[in-house]
């Protein structure tokens, strides 16, 4: 079954840290454009960080540059999302999504998606 699935979202305090996990199956991750995406509550969904297929390049949005690392294991075949220095505006669903396809990092360029993992930063 091809499916990607994320975790490692939780509770947690301002300024601490979090690892989501998106691990894919039924599908190699490598080779593929990877990227995570956000929703809060009342807001639209917005991409945070994305690796590119054909060059490895990585994007990542203004409000989370130099929180945020986005990574892949091929091994574990599995991609993370690395956030430290947690806001509160941070809180929202994570979701990943795989683009099997070219390097579009948009959420309709994606053919795999997550059901989502909630992040929540309150103290």
């Known amino acids: 079954q091809v499916q990607v699935v994320e975790s490692g979202g939780g509770l947690v305090q301002p300024g601490g840290s979090l690892r989501l996990s998106c691990a894919a199956s039924?599908?190699?991750?490598?080779?593929?454009?990877i990227a995570w995406f956000r929703q809060a509550a009342g807001k639209e969904r917005e991409g945070v960080s994305c690796?590119?297929?054909?060059?490895?390049?990585?994007y990542y949005a203004d409000s989370v540059k130099g929180r945020f690392t986005i990574s892949r294991d091929i091994g574990k075949n599995t991609m993370y999302l690395r956030i430290d220095s947690l806001i509160a505006e941070d809180t929202a669903i994570y979701y990943c999504?795989?683009?099997?396809?070219?390097?579009?990092?948009?959420?309709?360029?994606?053919?795999?998606w997550g059901k989502g993992t909630p992040v929540t930063v309150s103290s």
């Open positions: 690796i590119r297929s054909s060059d490895d390049s990585t």
């Open positions: 999504g795989v683009n099997t396809y070219d390097d579009n990092c948009l959420w309709d360029g994606m053919d795999y």
């Open positions: 039924g599908f190699s991750l490598d080779y593929h454009t």
